[in-house]
Nanobody
Framework: QVQLVESGGGLVQTEGSLRLSCAAS????????MGWFRQAPGKEREFVAA????????VYSDSVRGRFTISRDNAKNTVCLQMSRLKLEDTAVYYC????????????????????WGQGTQVTVSS
């Protein structure tokens, strides 16, 4: 089992940057596929980015590709989301998610694929 705690959210102006971090408890972080999702007011939660266990495979949603970068440090049990050139529509609560997948080598895109979730961190982009 793993517990996830996000940090790094806040208020930023358009075209600004923020770095979100997700700290995971437990001894087997390297066996988890990690993902970031977000939920804007009045909208359903959506996929943002995911990274395989080793970091060799990464995928982004179309809306953030080229602006966001996901990374992980298995030695520190953390996954980060570097967000640049932020837009108003990036305003949302951002969630870190994990799926225990010791034998796989890829990432997952669906919320239902993930077993564990953080509490979320608010990102607000203003003009």
């Amino acid at each position: 089992q793993v517990q996830l705690v996000e940090s790094g959210g806040g208020l930023v102006q358009t075209e600004g940057s923020l770095r979100l971090s997700c700290a995971a408890s437990g001894r087997t972080f390297s066996a988890y596929v990690m993902g970031w999702f977000r939920q804007a007011p009045g909208k359903e939660r959506e996929f943002v980015a995911a990274i395989s266990k080793t970091g060799a495979r990464i995928v982004y949603s179309d809306s953030v590709r080229g602006r966001f970068t996901i990374s992980r440090d298995n030695a520190k049990n953390t996954v980060c989301l570097q967000m640049s050139r932020l837009k108003l529509e990036d305003t949302a609560v951002y969630y870190c998610a994990a799926r225990f997948d010791p034998s796989g080598g890829y990432y997952f895109l669906r919320q239902s694929d993930y077993n564990y979730w953080g509490q979320g961190t608010q990102v607000t982009v203003s003009s």
